[in-house]
């Protein structure tokens, strides 16, 4: 009987011993129990971050909200990295492949390819940095390069972005270079308004600087009552008057529309003519 016959016949014998089976089902049930534990673990973990920071968060001493959910998002990804890493390995010794002798492998190659792994070290470290330094967090609007809009996740190696538009941005952490944070700081925002050059301005200025006082009642985004800066500009027949307003972050566009939209209103109602 020739080498192949051989090996043949002895894989044969292997695939139809019981003790073989027997080892196939005692591993099918382990990578079973492995792979449902790890899921649960990952859940429960998930959902224990959640309610820890929600919790947290809900705190009259918690100053910094924005932080809280960032982190928590952070813990999340790691919970998710460790548990599917150390199911990888229990499912390998299960399936009798000595762990050791990878590690040790794995150790050797990645030595090898460590100068090409620069780029995702950087990422990691850069992500790292960010979270510590709070440059920014989740919920943020923030702008990176030509990416700009909420962020929505920070990972250790990637931060997501989602657009006005409704696009998501992935960014590579260790590409992130200047970031400009619309969120952090109070808004400013400056309102100007075209009236004709005959038009009664003691009147109007009157009349703007009265509805002004009452407007923070009814928008609390508002932190202090917006200020009438007077006439700005005078073309031809047109004069140019500018309001300031200080806003929450990220609420001055709303409240300039309505300033622009009751000043309009006003001035119609007074027979104030606008250019």
Not at 32 to 54: E, H, M, P, Q
Not at 210 to 216: D, H, V
Not at 243 to 257: F, K, S
């Amino acid at each position: 009987m020739d080498f192949n016959a051989r090996f043949i016949k002895k894989k044969w014998e292997t695939l139809t011993s019981e003790t073989f089976w027997d080892q196939v089902i005692d591993a099918t049930f382990e990578i079973t129990v492995i792979l449902i534990a790890s899921w649960l673990a990952v859940r429960l973990g998930k959902k224990f971050i959640k309610k820890a920071f929600l919790i947290r968060m809900r705190s009259p001493l918690n100053h910094s909200e924005r932080r809280q959910r960032t982190i928590s998002r952070l813990l999340q990804s790691v919970i998710s990295y460790v548990v599917y890493f150390s199911a990888i390995i229990a499912i390998l010794s299960s399936l009798n492949i000595k762990v050791a002798g990878l590690l040790a492998g794995a150790g050797i190659v990645g030595l090898a390819i460590g100068f090409g792994a620069q780029s995702l070290v950087k990422d990691v470290i850069t992500g790292f940095f960010i979270i510590f330094e709070d440059q920014f967090g989740v919920g943020d609007y923030i702008k990176i390069n030509a990416a700009e809009g909420t962020v929505v996740e920070i990972g250790l190696r990637t931060t997501k972005i989602k657009g006005s538009t409704g696009e998501q941005f992935i960014i590579p952490n260790g590409s992130i270079g200047e970031v400009i944070n619309y969120s952090i700081n109070n808004s400013k925002i400056f309102i100007d308004l075209q009236m004709t050059i005959d038009a009664d301005f003691e009147k109007a200025e009157m009349l703007i600087k009265q509805y002004l006082k009452s407007l923070q009642e009814n928008h609390k985004e508002l932190v202090a009552v917006p200020t009438f800066l007077g006439v700005q500009n005078v073309k031809g027949k047109e004069v140019t008057i500018r309001i300031a307003a200080e806003t929450l972050p990220q609420q001055q566009y709303g409240v300039a529309r309505t300033i622009r939209r009751d000043v309009t209103k006003l001035f119609e109602e007074h027979n104030i003519p606008m250019a």
